[in-house]
Structure formats: structure tokens, C-alpha cells
């Protein structure tokens, strides 16, 4: 075994900003059997915690995810009441998280869970997302007491500048993207840590809620299979946008259906240039390096 895969990840800087507080991981209790999911936002991380759902709740209807399955990294609400309601929770609990890997405390008690997506699909979810925003939205994160740095500002109107931007400051106006799939890509071959790519999904949708069940040993009850099936679709999950959504979606215009916009990929394909489009892939090697880049831009089945 070399290095990479016996060595713990040890946190190494507390991270802050509109969104983030990150020392709330610090006064985490771990438990045996708890679930982190772990992605950059808008790469299908709904889509995961569903799963995730789901598969502990055996295929029932009624699992309020947003509720159940907090991203405990948000400043808001503070984290004293993040982790009291956590440490509430009778369930097998599986906790969100948008931190890179050297922000977070790593616990050889938890199973992690990374979903991946190419940035520029990211991207244009992250604008639907940002640009359906209400007062509400950045009341919240701009307005509550402990914000770290600037504000968070209404985007342009333009995705394909919403983009550049995005490329070229590196996530602004959110936060790192490279580092965050970097940082997560060097433990993949850790144990307790399983990769999934959102067009894996897409592709194949059983077959990885398969992988995933037996990475997080939990037997599928095969009279429920189908239930489980049903609820994971995008067309069930966005029918039932309220319990997926946090606040039920009422921190973006249009609601919680406007959360779970499409589900859709390559909707840049019409928008950007091949020169535009090039040099996101040109910076993705240069970021990530070969691997870890083909892997971002299409999954394992890529």
C-alpha cells in the first residue's frame, strides 16, 4: 500500500465566508455508522442525500431529506444549533458537506460519499440556482451576524459571463471548485470513501445505487426496489421539491421547484464556443491533472 491509501487526511485551516463556517466539524461527535456526503455545490448532491435516503429508509415516501440530511458546513443557522439537532437524531444520520477535504475533520468512523460533475454543468446549475435567489436568499447568508469577507452579489445577467467569471477567479462568486475536487480526489482510494459522477447516474441509475448501497452495507430489500427506484427519479423528486429542498424552497423565486431545475447535462453546449469550451478542459488538466480530469468530465463510464 503506498502512502495515499493508509494515511488519515488531517484538517489543516478553517474555512469562512457568505456560506461557510467550518468549525462546526470540530465539536462533531462522530458516530460508527454515520454517512458524509461530500461535493461541490450543485454537482447532484440532492440527488445523492435522495439516495442516501432512500436506501436507510428502505423505499419509504415520506423522507424529508433537507430536514433529515442538514449541510452542516452552512453558517446559518449557527452551529450550535446545527449540532444539537444532529446529535438528536436517532436514525443513521448522513450529514452534507461543500468543504474541500483539508477544511473538514476526516473520522476513520464515517463512510464518505464524493459526487463529481464537469464544471461547466456545474455552472450553469449553480446560475439557475444563484440567479433565483429572493431577499430572503441573501438576507440570510449577508445579513447574519459572523460573515467572513464580502458579501454575496446578485450574478449578471449573462451565464456564459456568469462562466467566465466562474473559470477565472476560480468559483467566485462562491468558492474554490479545483481545490475542492482536488483535495477530495487524493483520498479516493481510502476505504471508507466512494466517487460517484452524476452522468454515472444518469446512465445507469440502479447500478449505482447498487455500488453505493453495498459501499454503506445496506441491504436492499428487493420488494422495495422499485419504490426506491420511483423516488430517486428526477420527475419524483421534483414533483415532491418541498421535502428535498431546504426551507422547502422558500429562499429562491418559483420555490423549491426551481431548486431542482432540470437534472439535465451539457446545456452549455449551445451557449459556449469550442475556444470557450477548450480552455475550461485546458484548465481542468492544468487543475486536476489527466486522471482525475477525464474522470470530472465523464465518470467512470467516460
Known amino acids: 500500500m503506498n502512502d495515499r ?7 489543516t485551516r478553517e474555512l469562512h465566508n457568505h456560506h461557510f463556517d467550518s468549525t462546526v466539524w470540530n465539536d462533531l461527535t462522530f458516530r460508527d455508522d454515520d454517512i458524509v456526503i461530500a461535493t461541490y455545490a450543485k454537482s447532484g448532491t440532492t440527488w445523492l442525500q435522495q439516495i442516501v435516503g432512500q436506501l436507510i429508509f428502505n423505499g419509504r415516501g415520506d423522507v424529508p431529506i433537507a430536514e433529515m440530511s442538514p449541510w452542516l458546513d452552512l453558517r446559518v443557522p449557527p452551529k450550535e444549533v446545527q449540532l444539537a439537532a444532529v446529535e438528536q437524531q436517532t ?13 473538514l475533520v476526516f473520522s476513520p468512523k464515517a ?87 452524476f452522468a454515472d447516474l444518469k446512465t445507469d441509475m440502479p447500478g449505482e445505487i447498487r455500488r453505493i448501497a453495498d459501499f454503506l452495507k445496506i441491504p436492499i430489500d428487493t420488494a422495495q426496489w422499485d419504490d426506491i427506484l420511483e423516488h430517486c427519479s428526477f420527475d419524483y423528486m421534483k414533483a415532491h ?40 478542459e485546458q484548465k481542468a488538466v492544468a487543475e486536476l491533472g489527466t486522471d482525475c480530469a477525464a474522470w470530472l468530465q465523464g465518470g467512470r463510464q467516460s
Open 5 to 11: 491509501e493508509t494515511a488519515l487526511p488531517q484538517k
Open 91 to 103: 436514525h443513521r444520520r448522513f450529514l452534507k458537506t461543500h468543504l474541500p477535504l483539508d477544511a
Open 111 to 197: 463512510k464518505y460519499l464524493y459526487i463529481g460533475r464537469d464544471g461547466r454543468d456545474v455552472v450553469w446549475s449553480l446560475y439557475n440556482h444563484h440567479a433565483h435567489a429572493n431577499e430572503l436568499w441573501y438576507g440570510a447568508l449577508n445579513d447574519t451576524p459572523g460573515r467572513v469577507g464580502p458579501p454575496i452579489e446578485p450574478p449578471p445577467d449573462s451565464v456564459q459571463q456568469y462562466f467566465h467569471d466562474w473559470l477565472e477567479k476560480d468559483g467566485f462568486p462562491f468558492w474554490s471548485f479545483w481545490e475542492n475536487v482536488r483535495t477530495w480526489w487524493a483520498i479516493r482510494d481510502l476505504p471508507n470513501v466512494l466517487f460517484v459522477h
Open 241 to 280: 421539491a418541498e421535502a428535498c429542498v431546504p426551507m422547502g424552497g422558500a429562499l429562491w423565486e418559483g420555490g423549491a421547484q426551481t431548486f431542482l431545475h432540470s437534472g439535465a447535462n451539457g446545456r452549455w453546449h449551445d451557449v459556449l464556443s469550442a475556444e470557450e469550451s477548450a480552455a475550461y
